[in-house]
């Protein structure tokens, strides 16, 4: 069976970056943190979630523990935008060229401003989508922030 365009461009992007985890392609659809991390036979918490927001209409990317929500008033104010408003399925498709439940930490159209949730290092592996709902990838705190370009802060 031939894979998904959309994880072929992943791999693409996690080797021109130097990413050194490992691309799993789940016989089901992982679209939520709790459904991959039952599926990987991990903690919820050790799954990155990649979250798209938008703040005056442009895509800001939180990438957070599986184990939390984001305070949207709180991450904007950490983060010094105005407002961060919960991206649509319309928006998400443009600005990553991905479906929501299966937006990567990279391998996005354009680049986008990352903000990498501190509660992931508690993990020695994380677990982020590899472009589909059914991908999934192993990666670390620190690989995941080189990767992103991301900048480390707290989310709530």
Request: with cysteine.
């Amino acid at each position: 069976m031939d894979e998904h365009p959309s994880i072929t461009s992943f791999r693409a992007e996690l080797e021109r970056l130097g990413g050194t985890g490992e691309v799993i392609v789940l016989p089901e659809s992982a679209h939520t943190a709790a459904l991959a991390a039952a599926a990987l036979g991990c903690e919820v918490g050790a799954i990155a979630n990649s979250l798209l927001f938008s703040s005056d209409n442009e895509p800001v990317l939180v990438l957070t523990s599986g184990a939390h929500r984001v305070d949207t008033t709180a991450t904007a104010a950490r983060i010094a935008v105005p407002k961060l408003k919960r991206a649509d399925a319309d928006f998400v498709r443009n600005h990553t060229g991905q479906v929501i439940g299966g937006v990567s930490p990279i391998a996005h159209p354009s680049p986008i401003p990352t903000w990498v949730d501190i509660w992931l290092q508690k993990h020695p592996v994380l677990w982020a989508a590899a472009g589909h709902p059914s991908a999934v990838f192993s990666t670390t705190y620190d690989e995941l922030l080189r990767l992103t370009g991301g900048t480390a802060i707290e989310v709530d």
